[in-house]
C-alpha cells in the first residue's frame, strides 16, 4: 500500500520559513518523480515544485529563488524549503509521486498559512 505522509506545515508571518516534509511508503521511492502541489481556497491547484529521480527541479515562476526541493533516497523523503513567504503562498500543499505512464499518488495535504 502505497503511503505519501506530509507534515510541516503551520502559521508562520510573512518573510518567515517552513519546511515541509513527504515520507513515502510502498513504492520503490527513488525511481519516482516527486513534487508538490498546492491550492488555495476559491483557486485551482498550481504545480509548485518538481524534483526528477535524477534530481533535476523545477519550480512554478511563483517559488522561483524562494523555495528548495530536495530529495532522500535513503530516507524516501522529499522536502520543500519554504523561504520569504508570502501571504499569498497560503494553501493546502500536497505531496506526490509519479512515473511516466503509471499511477500518481498523493499525499492528504498540509496547511500552510503565511499572516501578513
Known amino acids: 500500500q502505497v503511503q505519501l505522509v506530509e507534515s510541516g506545515g503551520g502559521l508562520v508571518q510573512a518573510g518567515g520559513s517552513l519546511r515541509l516534509s513527504c515520507a513515502a511508503s510502498?513504492?520503490?521511492?527513488?525511481?519516482?518523480?516527486m513534487g508538490w502541489y498546492r491550492q488555495a481556497p476559491g483557486k485551482q491547484r498550481e504545480l509548485v515544485a518538481v524534483?526528477?529521480?535524477?534530481?533535476?527541479?523545477n519550480y512554478a515562476d511563483s517559488v522561483k529563488g524562494r523555495f528548495t526541493i530536495s530529495r532522500d533516497n535513503a530516507k524516501n523523503t522529499v522536502y520543500l524549503q519554504m523561504n520569504s513567504l508570502k501571504p499569498e503562498d497560503t494553501a493546502v500543499y500536497y505531496c506526490?509521486?509519479?512515473?511516466?505512464?503509471?499511477?500518481?499518488?498523493w499525499g492528504q495535504g498540509t496547511q500552510v498559512t503565511v499572516s501578513s
Open positions: 506526490y509521486a509519479d512515473l511516466p505512464n503509471g499511477p500518481k499518488y
Open positions: 510502498g513504492i520503490i521511492f527513488s525511481a519516482y518523480t
Open positions: 524534483i526528477r529521480s535524477g534530481g533535476i527541479t
